[in-house]
């Protein structure tokens, strides 16, 4: 049967490199103008109900009242399908950039508040601030309290805001602010600072740690904060004509389908970019799809304008293949394939193209080797990487029990290039020896070690075998590592089924640069192999 290589060519058609942004927000503008001013054609995406403030009306393209309904192809070559209404019609893109505004939510519950004339959000605030004179909102020696942080702690980025409307209407305007905080972040670039000149200008802070004011209405829907000085166990009562209240900050509510669509790895608290080094600045698991701004996670908005510019450098590269590294190439050997589709499954960089023959598409490949362990029918391929061949061609022959005493025992190290691989140079350059009869096999991610690697380990002679992965959230594949455990402990459970002491595979998380903390970890299991061994 004929076992021809299926590799996905470039595929670099004549059509202009567009690029689709989802967002229409001051970062996603911001975005979309300077790809304008680089000669990239970008598009807008913007949902139903997100407001259209353009600031460069000449270089954007809008794209009003979408929602992504699906999308296929891969990096330099996406196929989006998107809905308006009950139309369906579809977009090519080069690249697609998640730029959506985060949501903003009133913490009122938890001050024990409910919406009302007098007790504002942050956000309200500003807007009233934007559209019209704050001595006509408030008049004259208004007090105005802001609430911060109380029970929990509030987001550098909102704190940042709050202590600038405080500090805004203390400094300009006829009223007295006071600022009642829990613990008050100040992360910020420049809110320390603002900090100072709130007090400066009169604003009066109070901070809380364990008993937090009681608020109640008087008859003229003013407010009487009732609490005890925490230093003298003094109470005192504030009265006060308005309150403004901090926010919660998450994910838009069209991000999630966005990222479920786009398959997209989110983060804890649903933002389109999981918690993951790697990924930072602006990836995402997926080569061509980048997110930024109120998409990626809470941002202050000098931030997000930070982060147009950021995405923009990215996406740039990406479209000139400045971002591409040397990467093994893969390839699915069309006669040995069947179908079963486990690599697509597998595939953290949706890299697999299902296609009259599935095929891994190259633009998209990460060269993980994931899908390359996980083929049961062993129809993929990875170029120079051997890694049965390289297991037996380093470890002896088994020798009889009897003397089994007469070396060091063998010891097979399965470890990712880039993680263990440079711990391992970087032990060396430190003058540490591995001990005898341990070899190491380096391979792009331990994600790429199969269940039967590990077995054809013990059955060429090792006595122990050590498979060393990257930390949780350190893996450039996302998934390398927790694989790679699930496969470790699967052969685990199989060695103690046979009789085997399963003490004698062991998996352990390394970082590139843990060079002494590495050779202390083999020293040590081979102390316990030695020991296990009787050799």
Known sequence: MDEK?????????SRSPDVMIFGSGACAQKIAANLYDHGIHAWLAASEDAPRKAVRSDSLHWLSGIELHNCRGFAKNFDLKL???????????????????????????????EPAHRVLSISSLEEKMHRESTQELFGDDARIVFLNGWQNDSHPAIAQRMLAGCLRLQSQFRVTTYFMTGNLKVAADGTEAMVQAAKRAGAI?????????????????????????????????????????????????????????????QDSFGFAQSDNVHRLSNATNRRGVFVAGGSRGILSADEQLADADQVTLSVLAFLQDLDVEPLPGVEIVRGRCVRCLTCHRLCPHKAIDIGPHVSVVTEACQSCGICVAGCPARAIQMDGVQIGADVYRRLRTPVAIEDASAGPPQIMVFGCSRS?????????????????????????????????????AFEAGADGVMLCSCHTDNCRSEIGNQVARKRADAVRHLLEEAGVDGSRLDISSVAANMGNEFTLMINAFAHRIKALTGS
């Open 5 to 13: 290589p299926n590799t996905d060519m470039r595929r670099k058609g």
């Open 83 to 113: 809905r308006r209404g009950k139309l369906l019609f579809d977009q090519h893109a080069a690249a697609i950039v998640l730029a959506e505004d985060d949501h903003r939510s009133p913490n009122y519950a938890p001050y024990g508040l």
């Open 205 to 265: 802070f109070l901070k809380f740690t364990r008993h937090f004011p009681t608020i109640q209405t008087d008859p003229e829907d003013r407010f009487e904060f009732d609490y005890l000085d925490e230093l003298t166990r003094t109470p005192f009562r504030l009265r006060a004509d308005w309150m403004v209240v901090d926010e919660s900050i998450g994910p838009g509510g069209h991000l999630d389908g966005l990222a479920h669509r786009l398959a997209i790895r």
């Open 420 to 456: 263990a691989g440079q711990a391992l140079e970087l032990s060396r350059l430190a003058g540490h020896v591995l001990p005898g009869g341990v070899e190491f096999v380096e391979v792009p991610c331990a994600g790429t070690i199969s269940s039967r690697h590990l077995l054809a």
